[in-house]
């Protein structure tokens, strides 16, 4: 007989619970924005000869979701790295990247180590004239 009344009283408790609050005043959101994809095309580019800078991009995209493209930039080493990739839904994104030009790296020359030699104080020359007062001394009384 305990076990009843236990198992009553839980689902009294689970169906108070249901009912405790009450809907919410606003509406619900359950539509989907899932949109179909927009195709686009876009590029841009630099090219400053004062500064080195020397990169660019291009991408574009169908209605389908594919979006292809391609960037490349002007690395450190004066080699120009080029970015060609692809995304889609199935395959994700896949990048293709190539190197045009060899590394240029400056010679290593080493240089003669010279220790620091022991601290001393620096001499200094005084280029101006003494101080010379323009005025007399104030005389003052004698008590």
Not at 86 to 103: F, H, M, S
Request: net charge positive; hydrophobic share 30%.
């Amino acid at each position: 007989m305990k076990v009843f009344l236990t198992v009553v009283a839980a689902l009294v408790a689970a169906v108070a619970a249901n009912s405790a609050y009450p809907k919410p005043a606003y509406p619900s959101y359950s539509k989907s924005y899932d949109y179909a994809p927009m195709p686009y095309v876009f590029a841009w580019g630099v090219k400053d000869d004062y500064t080195y800078n020397n990169y660019a991009h291009q991408e574009s995209s169908d209605d389908k979701g594919y979006v292809s493209g391609s960037y490349r930039t002007l690395l450190p080493d004066g080699r120009t790295q080029t970015v060609n990739y692809k995304a889609d839904d199935y395959t994700g994104y896949v990048a293709e990247v190539k190197y045009d030009r060899e590394a240029k790296y400056n010679d290593y020359k080493p240089t003669a180590y010279k220790p620091a030699g022991y601290y001393t104080a620096p001499a200094y020359k005084a280029d101006y004239p003494a101080y010379k007062p323009t005025y007399s001394a104030p005389a003052y009384p004698k008590y």
